[in-house]
Antibody
């Protein structure tokens, strides 16, 4: 069974940092692109970043480029999101998602999410 | 940057057909995916590549995309289909989500 499990969320002060992790099972991790997506309270889904199979290629949403860094460890079947200079508006549930390619990319499997709260 | 607009809410009676639209400039030239999100649950892919249905998704879910509008159609809507629905596409290597539509089954 394909499964993604996020961890590392919690309460952090504005300006602080946090590293999220996403563990994968049930599929060959290194064969797939992966993404981070978030949903703020009462808001819609917002894509953050994706990373290629080897980790050599990454893309970011403009609003998060420079503050967030996506990475992966294929040996440990793990995806990461390093978040720096956090702001109150970064408060959200953060999801990792397996990313597949058709004519365009889509997200076929999502984790349950981890809550990040940025507050003093 | 590319934007997609969805109606905030759609209401439908049980057994009827619900159409949820996603408007974007030349949307038909892109490929649309749709996600269902129920309260307290993770999003679920219900349509990809405009009209393809993942395994396990009921046949009552279908999709289309032409002109400036992608549409998610739920035929014979059931109470369990009540959820938020989001369209999604890509533009210049950036994933874009619509603002979401709350489907209410009255």
């Amino acid at each position: 069974q394909v499964q993604l499990v996020e961890s590392g969320g919690g309460l952090v002060k504005p300006g602080g940092s946090l590293r999220l992790s996403c563990g994968a099972s049930g599929f060959t991790f290194s064969d797939y692109f992966l993404s981070w997506i978030r949903q703020a309270p009462g808001k819609g889904l917002e894509w953050i970043s994706y990373i290629s199979r080897s980790g050599s290629t990454t893309y970011y949403a403009d609003s998060m480029r420079g503050r967030f860094t996506i990475s992966r460890d294929n040996a440990k079947n793990s995806l990461f999101l390093q978040m720096n200079s956090l702001r109150a508006e970064d408060t959200a549930v953060y999801y990792c998602a397996r990313t597949l390619r058709g004519p365009y990319w889509y997200f076929d499997t999502w984790g349950r999410g981890t809550l990040v709260t940025v507050s003093s | 940057s590319y934007e997609m607009t969805q109606p905030p809410s759609v209401s439908v009676s049980p057994g009827q057909t619900a159409n949820i639209t996603c408007f974007g400039d030349k949307m038909g030239d892109k490929s649309a995916s749709w996600y269902q999100r129920k309260p307290g649950q993770s999003p679920v892919l219900v349509i990809y590549d405009d009209a393809k249905r993942p395994s396990g998704i009921p046949e009552r879910f279908s999709g289309s995309n032409s002109g400036n509008t992608a549409t998610l159609t739920i035929s014979g809507t059931q109470a369990m289909d009540e959820a938020d629905y989001y369209c999604q596409t890509w533009d210049n290597s950036v994933a874009i989500f619509g603002g979401g539509t709350r489907l209410t089954v009255l």
